[in-house]
Each structure stands twice: as C-alpha cells, then as structure tokens.
C-alpha cells in the first residue's frame, strides 16, 4: 500500500537545493554511518547506542525511529514530501530507490526520488495538512484525514480538497504485515514546530498584502529603517532594478545597493543573477541584493556564490528576519497590513 512520508533537509534548508537538484531525498544524521545492515528499528537502535553513547536513551530511540523508517519502511513508489525552508512552497515526489550510504557524500544517507513538483505553495493545503508539515521530526509518515489521496488531488489539480466526509481524524495507515504491530508513531503524533506554523502564516500574509511589485515597497521600507536612502522603481519592466539603495548622510556614502525583487513563487534562475551583475555595473552599484521569495535554482546558486563579493541572496527566512528586525520602526500602514506579536515559547528539541 502507498504511503506519505516527510523527509526534511534541514533544520534551516541547508540540503534543499541539493535534494532538487540531484532528485534524491537527504534527511541529515551525518554523525551516523553505514545503518544498511540493520534490519529492523532494535538494529539501528543497537547501532546508535555503539556510536553515540553519551546520547540520552529517549533521544537515541526517536532518533532509530526515524532513521528505520528511512532505511527500512519507506518503499518504492511511496509519496514523499520535503517541507522547505528557503521558500514557504513543499516538494513532493515519488520514492525511487532504496536506501543508499556514501561515506564519501556531503550528505551520507539517501534515496532518490522523481520530484513531482518542487515548490508547491503550501497556500495549496488547507490547515490540517499544513499542521502536519510543520512535526518536528526530520522523517515521520502522514497517515489521518486522507492526507495521501490529497496530496495527490493536489498535484494533478493545484487544489487540496479536504478530508473526506465522515473520515477526518481516521489514519489511512496500512495494515501490519506478518502479525507484527508498527509502533511507529505518524507526523499528528509528534510535537509541532510552532515557530515554523508562524512563520509560514507570515508569509501567506507577506504574498497576499505584497502581492507583485508591493513586496518591493516592502523591502525598500525595511532598508530605509535600517538607514539607507531607497529609490524604487515604478511598477512595469525595470530592466533588473527594483531598488536602489544608498547609505551615508543623503545617500551619498560608498555603500550602494541594486535590488532586484522576485516576488513570484518559482525559483529565480542564472539569468536572473546575470541580469542583476549587469544593473550592479549599470548603475555604479557596489553590491547587488536579490530578494527572492521562491528561492534560487542550483545554477543561480553556483553564480551567486562565485560572485560571493558582489551580490547578496535573501530568500525567505532572511526577509522574515529583516522584518522582524525593523518591525517596531515600520510605518503604521505596514504594520496595519503585518499585524505581528512577539511571544516567548520554552524551546524544544530541532531537526535534523
């Protein structure tokens, strides 16, 4: 029976681009090696107590439930989704291959899979499923509310219709096989990332009240409060400069900016970054910003990073983070449309 699982990559979506890019899931535990001969979750937990053996017992056993789910439950042809973190999208797809470790890897574990779609608004999903994204675990299965029969409405229709009458709350989880009770626990069972859950609420409001070219009102506001001079262009073909920005008394200081903002959901690509070197030359630029709330392709990537001294990359955490850090100075028409609290919350345990 198909299944839906999460497999993160990374608590701050250090592996997402190299998960797409190389269409394999990376869930992280890069202290933990070769688990290819472990059978069984008593195994993996066998193995975790060798290897690390000042970790607590309650930690090791989360830990080898997640890692056997990985290694040993999740099948061919299950449906798998990657929560990300550098845009407010899911990838989801199709698992491929089985367990594979490469002690030579960045990455370690992996299995590959055929990515159906990369960055799938998580707007698509209504709450209950949204809830479930945000579990805290690095690998859990999704089995209440129909979640894999809307999954995949999702991906063949763009729109997540809901529990089915009469089934909400019931796991669609299969039967055991052989007799044998799976004590392994689904993503509605384990502690929700409320950070996140905010976070992500944040950002549909950010995509609804700056739609277009008002995310780069947006941004401008926030670089004006943390003492730039800000010029932005009018909406309509800016010939890559949505932004400029300069520091100094009247903005005449060395430090200036060209911003160019993509506030679509896809991934800018190489000729976005090419553009952006062009303005930064065109206009006597120091350093050029990209702002990208889809994030950035693996080729866009590799170019911003050759050109580490010159351009810079915010994709969503980083203008959540911005954000937060001007809020208090914002306009009250900004905040009006951004009404935000702060609230303190005891932390709890990450991901991998």
């Known amino acids: 029976m198909t299944r839906l699982w999460i497999v993160r990559a990374g608590a701050h979506g250090e592996r997402e681009l190299a998960s797409i890019d190389q269409s394999k899931l990376f869930p992280g535990f890069l202290e933990v090696g070769d688990l290819s001969t472990c059978s ?8 975790l107590q060798e290897v690390m053996p000042d970790e607590g017992k309650n930690r090791l056993r989360n830990f080898a439930a997640q890692l056997n789910q990985f290694v040993n439950q999740i099948e061919i042809g299950d449906f798998v989704v990657m929560p ?3 845009t407010n999208g899911v990838a989801i797809g199709v698992v491929t ?9 960045d990455f370690k574990h992996s299995r590959t899979v055929e990515w159906k779609e990369v960055s799938l608004p998580r707007d698509t999903f209504k709450q209950d499923l949204r809830h479930s994204f945000g579990a805290f675990m690095t690998i859990c299965q999704i089995k209440r509310n129909a979640a894999l029969d809307r999954v995949q409405a999702a991906l063949a229709t763009g729109t997540d219709p809901g529990p089915l009458l009469g089934k909400q709350g019931q796991s669609s989880k299969p039967q055991p096989m052989n007799g044998q009770e799976d004590d392994e626990a689904d993503a509605e069972d384990y502690q929700t990332d409320i950070e996140d859950i905010a976070h992500q609420q944040i950002i549909s409001l950010i995509k609804s009240e700056f739609a277009g070219h008002a995310l780069a009102d947006l941004v401008a506001e926030i670089m004006r409060v943390e003492g730039y001079t800000t010029k932005v262009s009018p909406p309509g073909a800016d010939g890559g400069v949505d932004i400029l920005a300069a520091g100094g008394t009247l903005g005449l200081g060395e430090d200036r900016i060209c911003v160019q903002v993509k506030s679509g959901d896809g991934a800018a690509n190489h000729d976005v970054v090419l553009r952006l070197i ?23 990537q590799k170019e911003l990073d050759n050109n580490f001294f010159k351009l810079r990359l915010w994709q969503m955490p980083d203008l959540l983070k911005a954000l937060f850090r001007t809020y208090g100075e914002l306009s009250d028409e900004t905040r009006a449309k951004l009404p935000l609290k702060q609230i303190w919350a005891p932390m709890t345990g990450g991901t991998n």
């Open 278 to 300: 062009g303005s930064v030359s065109n206009t006597q630029a120091q350093t050029g910003l990209l702002v990208s709330i889809g994030g950035v392709n693996a080729v866009a």
């Open 40 to 47: 069984d979750r008593d195994a993996v937990l066998a193995y």
């Open 84 to 86: 990300r973190k550098v």
């Open 97 to 105: 291959g089985e367990y594979k470790f490469d002690a030579n890897s």
